[in-house]
């Protein structure tokens, strides 16, 4: 942007050292253009909350700060500060029922950090690892009534993706990686967070009622 005027960066916090209870601000603009710059105060209700944030993928999760200042639509990508005037987080989402009051959440600032520095150092997010599935999980009456493992269902692998290079197909049940059995979808999403683009994963499937390995490596090296 042209700046019209000077204008002062913001001091970005560290949200490794929140606690729950500490004064939380949040800037936005609610409702849109009329109700800019509004602020909000409440305090840090929760950390680390992992949220489904698409109803229709259950693989869609983010680990996210919880905050009870009020976050209303178009609050979304404004700071979430603390008592210091210091960024911790990003608005990003809020539960919304008629049931529920004062539920909102921001990406920590840790979190954006790496992903702002590579925007500004390269216009893209680097060195984030993909595995190319969709799953759903397998419970345990699931796979009584279905003659399954309890894991994850593959439903979809993305043509050409790392998993389909690897010969993972749609209808294979995840039961364990790198030998650590998981179940949930968020298990296999912690394990993929925590690995680097070109580690190898060795997938065990169950096929066709068969039980076999898959090894799977991101040979990407960088998601656009």
Do not use: H, W
Request: avoid cysteine; hydrophobic fraction near 35%.
């Amino acid at each position: 942007i042209e700046p019209k005027e000077t204008l002062t960066v913001a001091k970005l916090g560290e949200s490794a050292k929140l606690q729950v209870g500490e004064l939380a601000v949040a800037i936005g603009n609610p409702l849109g253009a009329e109700l800019s710059g509004s602020v909000t105060m409440g305090i840090i209700s929760g950390l680390n909350r992992t949220i489904q944030t698409d109803s229709r993928d259950p693989n869609s999760t983010m680990t996210l700060i919880q905050t009870d200042a009020a976050i209303n639509p178009g609050n979304s990508g404004g700071a979430l500060i603390n008592g210091y005037g210091e960024v911790i987080g990003i608005n990003n989402m809020k539960y919304a029922d008629e049931n529920v009051e004062g539920i909102g959440f921001a990406i920590p600032i840790d979190t954006a950090k790496t992903i702002v520095n590579d925007l500004i150092e390269s216009g893209y997010v680097k060195g984030r690892p993909l595995i190319g599935i969709t799953v759903q999980e397998v419970t345990s009456d699931i796979a009584f009534r279905n003659n399954l493992p309890v894991g994850l269902y593959v439903a979809q692998v993305s043509e050409l993706g790392p998993a389909d290079r690897a010969g993972m197909q749609r209808g294979d049940v995840i039961t364990a990686v790198n030998g650590k059995k998981i179940e949930t979808s968020s298990e296999l999403n912690e394990i993929k967070n925590n690995s680097k683009v070109g580690d190898v994963l060795t997938f065990t499937v169950q096929r066709d009622g068969k039980k076999m390995d898959i090894i799977y490596a991101d040979s990407q090296t960088d998601m656009q």
